[in-house]
């Protein structure tokens, strides 16, 4: 009888303690379905918060495309529309219940043509004196040496040969690299790519809290002539030698007031008191930059793109990008 007592006991034991076995595998199973299906939803909303952020962004863009094809003159200013897209960025938020973006224009034609430092493979003096001008402005804080070694390596870069010119550097020099890549030896389709030539540091290229960006005064988009109706005024300053931090400073006073002509670059040639080759300036814009960036629940998302605006002030976009 107490064997058959004990025997029961111990079946009962070892099936309380299989129920509960099976309790907490139910309950491991249950928490993990919880946490999947909560991942999914998260993962659901984040995918749907991404698409809205996305359109925000290419809303903002395309507002600011929308700008330069209403523009009332045949030159283009700083005084234009697109130059001051903060009023549609505060307008954004009555459009979008749940964000708004944040959008702003860069005239490309108002910087320096980095594809025409050279004719053939050799070097266009005008735009090199001006890019060594521009990099030799002493908030850049660089040497000669330094300056050459830069300027020399990207005309390398976008000529077709593969002869080094002086300071350059051509296929060897970039096969030496870890990882090695070639030379491009064709003009640059970005700006970004600044960042393989030689001598070039991100630090350079994006700038510090001390020094400017170099990738706010040059470009890869241009048909080769300055507006200097829109040209940064360092890039006003790297025009002509002369051209003075302050003299700068009043150039950019006086092309935003209302009463002074920017139909034509005579404003600009009396102010500097310099001859100016008359291909190397202009007063019309046929490249922009637009960077737009929706927000929304403290996320953001930035579109951008370069679109070439026609004779006949359309525009198409010729370049895009979302980060």
């Not at 310099?274 to 929304?296: A, N």
Request: contains cysteine; aromatic residues 8%.
């Amino acid at each position: 009888m107490n064997a058959m007592k004990n025997t029961f006991l111990n079946n009962r034991g070892v099936a309380l303690i299989t129920v509960i076995l099976i309790i907490v595998i139910l309950v491991a199973v249950v928490i993990e379905l919880n946490r999947s299906s909560r991942a999914d939803i998260y993962d659901a909303a984040n995918i749907s918060d991404g698409i809205k952020l996305t359109y925000i962004a290419k809303s903002g863009a395309y507002g600011a495309a929308a700008l330069l094809t209403n523009s009332k003159n045949d030159y283009d200013t700083l005084r234009d529309d697109w130059a001051h897209m903060e009023t549609i960025s505060l307008q954004s938020n009555a459009l979008f219940p749940d964000g708004n973006f944040s959008v702003r224009v860069e005239d490309e034609s108002g910087k320096i043509p980095l594809n025409k430092l050279i004719n053939g493979n050799e070097f266009n003096p005008d735009i090199k004196d001006i890019l060594i001008r521009l990099l030799g402005q002493p908030e850049f804080k660089l040497d000669e040496r330094k300056i050459a070694e830069m300027v020399d390596s990207i005309k390398d870069w976008i000529d077709a040969d593969d002869n080094v010119t002086d300071s350059g550097a051509e296929r060897s020099y970039y096969a030496s690299l870890d990882p090695p890549y070639e030379a491009k030896n064709a003009p640059f389709d970005c700006i970004e790519e600044l960042l393989m030539v030689k001598g070039i540091t991100k630090e350079i290229f994006y700038g510090t809290k001390e020094k400017p960006a170099l990738a706010a005064y040059v470009t890869a988009d241009s048909d080769g002539a300055i507006n200097i109706n829109t040209a940064p005024k360092m890039v006003l300053r790297s025009l002509a030698d002369g051209i003075s931090v302050e003299l700068a400073d009043r150039m950019d006073e006086e092309r935003r007031k209302e009463s002074t002509v920017l139909s034509n670059t005579q404003w600009f040639l009396n102010m500097a008191g310099v001859t100016v080759k008359p291909e190397l300036i202009t007063i019309k814009s046929g490249y922009f930059k637009i960077i737009s960036t929706g927000k929304m629940n403290n996320m953001a998302k930035t579109v951008s793109g370069i679109v070439k605006k026609s004779q006949d002030k359309s525009v198409r976009i010729i370049k895009w990008r979302q980060d």
